[in-house]
């Protein structure tokens, strides 16, 4: 009966919500049509995105701060993937590249969905941090370099950042410099908004892009060689499903899964971010099926991918939002804009939406997030690599490059685990590491040993194998045994065998207790045949209740 008031909170539309889907309409639009222009889309891709992340978040969501919508790193990823593909296919095709873009995002979408429905929504550190923080931090230099080369018209053909730069300062005969102008006073607007406290329920992104229509009605920018964004066909299409082939799905099928580590990662940071400072409650599979079904739906529709972006939750929950419902008041505000300003926007300076990209992937370019990990000495090389790596392979590589680091580091810190000898602290029923309790004392005829990391197939036989030096060094001998697997929550075929025959080995001619099992991993080691210790040996019981049993002579079941 406790929740249903905070549910009832969530249907009450109230003046909060009111302000902030106001404010961060006007924030959206003009990055929804930015970022399809980073995938190198047509700028109804982003709108699009925009209205169905909205909608299903706003239905499935859990986070009533989150605001899902095309996002800058899922953009410039799909750039990467989309780009190549086409390059290897069919010289650029721009059709052949729509349909590809249009399956990616449906992939993306189902592979979410099946996360969901597996309620892998705990795995939402699967980056680590360190990896995550550098990769964003060059996307943020890649993008604002592309966006610049966008504002003064001119497209070097490099992936990697130095080339790309240096192609870049080599037509600079070529920069438009009234374009740089009018991009540089559209900055100047978007930072002064954003750092006047009374104006930060002011849509600035908004705001620029009508002075910026302005600017072309009253000086006629255009004739001067500044690009206008364009007609923007927005039209609702039938949902269809791409025409590709087997092989081309494969493919789409394997980019689809950087993008969905890379938005589950961006989105479920910041869910989870706000949701500690306000201390709400969120549901990280509902909200892989939240924004799954965004994706699906943006895709059926030719939209872009979309996820839950920081700079758009942050502005929604500076703007005041209680609920959800703040998104579905942005949705109709867009909605409205759309219906009524679409030929004007039209009208728009490239440079004007060239600032407003950078002024939202800027607050990524602060070097104070990396000052912990060279202040912990720990982590360094990773987050330093990861910023080269996006910057030297481009966007998709150094992607890739960074997951894999993650990876590299998450098994290496499993199979680097020892294992530890445990005494008793005191007269207390805390068992604790002799190396680390100098005042803990080992029991008379009891070896105690508990690895600090989960047994898996990459570090049981090591640790297995320390256990064993350890029994045979212990002086004087021992016969009793006890081994503290409270750190494996389950076991794979690997340390089932690696265990077992551990336990055959030294089991022969000493007594073995197997305690701290989970019941997953209680119920396997019950059913291997034949038994890798008697059932009596084999317990959830904790090291204290386990000792105590064994002291009596009695079995520990």
């Known amino acids: 009966m406790a929740s249903l008031p905070a549910r009832k909170q969530n249907i009450n539309i109230s003046w909060p919500d009111l302000i902030a889907g106001l404010s961060i309409a006007g924030l959206l639009l003009p990055e929804a049509v930015a970022y399809s222009s980073i995938a190198n889309l047509p700028p109804q891709t982003g709108v699009i995105a925009l209205f169905a992340g909205l909608l299903c978040y706003g239905l499935f969501g859990s986070s009533r701060f989150a605001i899902v919508s095309a996002t800058s790193s899922s953009a410039a990823v799909m750039a990467a993937a989309i780009t190549a593909m086409t390059a290897a296919m069919a010289n650029g095709d721009p059709q052949l590249r729509m349909t590809l873009a249009i399956g990616l995002v449906m992939v993306t979408g189902l592979f979410f969905l099946l996360a969901g429905l597996l309620r892998l929504g705990g795995i939402t550190a699967f980056i680590a941090k360190p990896v995550l923080r550098g990769f964003a931090f060059g996307l943020a230099l890649v993008i604002i370099v592309k966006q610049f080369a966008s504002m003064v018209n001119v497209h070097p053909v490099h992936n990697d950042m130095l080339r790309y730069v240096g192609a870049l300062l080599e037509q600079s005969e070529h920069w438009n410099w009234i374009a740089v102008a009018v991009g540089a006073l559209a900055l100047a607007l978007l930072f002064l908004f954003s750092r006047i406290s009374y104006c930060r329920y002011l849509p600035g992104g908004l705001i620029v892009i009508v002075l910026g229509v302005a600017a072309e009605k009253?000086?006629?920018?255009?004739?001067?060689?500044?690009?206008?964004?364009?007609?923007?066909?927005?039209?609702?299409?039938?949902?269809?499903?791409?025409?590709?082939?087997?092989s081309d799905w494969m493919n789409l099928g394997e980019l689809a899964i950087a993008m969905v580590m890379i938005l589950y990662a961006e989105s479920y940071g910041s869910?989870?971010?706000?949701?500690?400072?306000?201390?709400?409650?969120?549901?990280?599979?509902?909200?892989?099926?939240?924004?799954?079904?965004a994706n699906l739906l943006s895709g059926m529709f030719h939209g872009m991918p979309v996820?839950?972006?920081?700079?758009?939750?942050?502005?929604?929950?500076?703007a005041g939002a209680t609920s959800r419902l703040a998104g579905w008041v942005a949705a109709l505000v867009v909605l409205l804009i759309v219906l009524t300003l679409l030929p004007f926007i039209a009208l728009t300076p490239q440079p004007v939406l060239a600032a407003v990209v950078i002024h939202a992937v800027s607050h990524t370019l602060n070097p104070a997030i990396f000052r912990p990990y060279f202040t912990w000495r720990r982590d360094r090389l990773l987050v330093v690599t990861a910023v080269i790596a996006v910057l030297a392979l481009g966007v998709l590589n150094g992607l890739l490059v960074a997951i894999g680091m993650s990876l590299l580091l998450m098994l290496r810190q499993l199979?680097?685990?020892?294992?530890?000898?445990?005494?008793?602290?005191?007269?207390?029923?805390d068992f604790v590491n002799l190396k680390t309790h100098?005042?803990?004392k080992a029991l008379p005829g009891i070896l105690i040993l508990r690895p600090n990391e989960p047994l898996f197939f990459a570090n049981a036989e090591r640790i297995l194998s320390q256990a064993r030096q350890e029994i045979n060094a212990a002086v004087p001998p021992v016969q009793n045994i006890i081994i503290s697997l409270e750190e494996s929550p389950d076991l794979d075929s690997s340390s089932i065998e690696a265990l077992t025959d551990f336990c055959h080995a030294i089991g022969s001619n000493k007594r073995i207790v197997l305690?701290?099992?989970?019941?997953?991993?209680?119920?396997?080691?019950?059913?291997?045949?034949?038994?890798i210790l008697p059932q009596e040996s084999l317990s959830g019981l904790s090291v204290d209740e386990a000792v105590r049993v064994m002291l009596r002579g009695q079995s520990v079941c």
């Open 438 to 440: 100098p005042t803990a």
């Open 515 to 531: 305690t701290r099992l989970k019941d997953p991993v209680l119920e396997i080691l019950q059913k291997v045949d034949p038994p």
């Open 271 to 293: 869910i989870r971010s706000f949701a500690m400072k306000h201390g709400d409650t969120v549901d990280p599979d509902r909200d892989l099926l939240a924004i799954g079904a």
């Open 307 to 318: 996820g839950a972006g920081y700079s758009a939750t942050s502005a929604n929950e500076a």
């Open 218 to 246: 009253w000086l006629n920018l255009s004739q001067h060689g500044v690009q206008l964004v364009g007609t923007i066909p927005l039209q609702l299409v039938m949902p269809s499903l791409p025409l590709l082939s087997y």
């Open 415 to 429: 199979s680097a685990s020892s294992i530890m000898i445990l005494g008793r602290l005191g007269d207390s029923h």
